[in-house]
């Protein structure tokens, strides 16, 4: 099943101040657009359409953004609280929508963790296999996911929960037509190897398909 793309017109709209931000945080890692597609794994034409709003980045996107760039999903969002509480209230948490994707922020910005709850509805993003430094804790809360990590393939129930390293080849999708919602923590780590794959595909065929 192919992930969902919004439309061209939906970007400008929903997430407006992202693509300055992706385009100013490049030219301050002094990267050129190649260079910052080829680390994120994604296409120079597709990360010129983020960075003008033509296209809204997914939230797989936005992490291997955010460590190319050596920063947080908070931060390519413009999510800058004043205080680094270690306490986060639940009204303070605004969702946003990634590629189909709802998550809001669990945790505080900076630290060498994030964390998310995370709402996927069926059918979003089911081809998209990631592959990346550092490791992943997820917990599902309600409905059931389907969990990928290189060949095997797992169905998490609500209660059940998986801690992975992210360098092995994932993929995330919910199983029932009313979605999943899961409790998903990852470390940040930098690296330049970052990549985005899509699931079927060579590294010469990443592009657009996200």
């Known amino acids: 099943m192919s992930p969902a793309t919004p439309d061209d017109g939906e970007a400008a709209d929903e997430l407006p101040a992202v693509a ?23 296409s120079p034409a597709h990360l010129s359409r983020l960075e003008t709003g033509q296209r809204q980045p997914s939230l797989p996107m936005l992490l291997a953004l955010a460590r190319t760039y050596g920063t947080t999903v908070s931060e390519l969002l413009g999510e800058t609280p004043a205080d680094r509480d270690a306490v986060v209230r639940a009204p303070d948490m605004e969702p946003t929508a990634a590629g189909g994707w709802t998550y809001w922020q669990a945790g505080a910005p900076g630290r060498g963790m994030q964390a998310l709850r995370v709402h996927v509805p069926h059918g979003a993003q089911g081809d998209i296999v990631r592959v990346h430094p550092g490791e992943e804790w997820l917990y599902v809360l309600k409905g059931r996911l389907r969990l990928r990590l290189g060949d095997t393939a797992h169905l998490l129930a609500p209660g059940d929960s998986a801690h992975f ?13 009313g979605g999943a919602d899961f409790l998903f923590v990852h470390t940040l780590l930098q690296s330049p190897a970052t990549a985005l794959c899509l699931g079927g595909t060579t590294q010469g065929d990443r592009h657009d398909g996200i």
């Open 165 to 177: 390293d992210s360098l092995t080849p994932h993929r995330i999708a919910a199983a029932d037509h």
């Open 20 to 42: 300055p931000r992706l385009r100013e945080l490049r030219r301050r890692a002094a990267l050129t657009l190649e260079a910052a597609a080829r680390a994120a794994g994604l």
